[in-house]
């Protein structure tokens, strides 16, 4: 039963019999940089990737490791004035009321 030849030892002929010269196709990447170039690019870009990866993990382990600005009060009794609750900055500023507020409590009547 007839084997194929091994690759390496396969050659072409002209139709007159005369073998052909065997040309290696030229290494083309589709890149119109030089290797070195293409090379730093893809570094450089990997590079950037990786610092912005790590960058936003470091901002994550410290924000929760990060100091409190201000103490919590050590006295967990009733204050005198209530302070809301503050989403911006520390300033304080005033309401835009016509009159006194309205109470915070249920007043008479009950829960059910």
Do not use: C, H, K
Not at 1 to 23: E, F, I, L, Y
Not at 44 to 71: K, L
């Amino acid at each position: 039963m007839p084997q194929a030849a091994p690759r390496a030892s396969v050659t072409a002929t002209t139709p007159s019999g005369q073998p052909v010269p065997v040309v290696e196709p030229a290494a083309d990447s589709g890149s119109m940089l030089p290797g070195w170039a293409a090379n730093g690019a893809r570094y450089g870009v990997m590079g950037v990737i990786g610092a912005t990866v790590f960058g936003i993990g470091f901002a994550w382990w410290r924000s929760g490791r990060a100091n409190a600005s201000r103490p919590a009060p050590r006295n967990d009794g009733p204050r005198d004035q209530r302070r809301e609750p503050s989403f911006g900055s520390g300033r304080r500023r005033e309401e835009l009321t016509t009159g006194a507020l309205p109470p915070l409590s249920s007043g008479g009547r009950g829960r059910r």
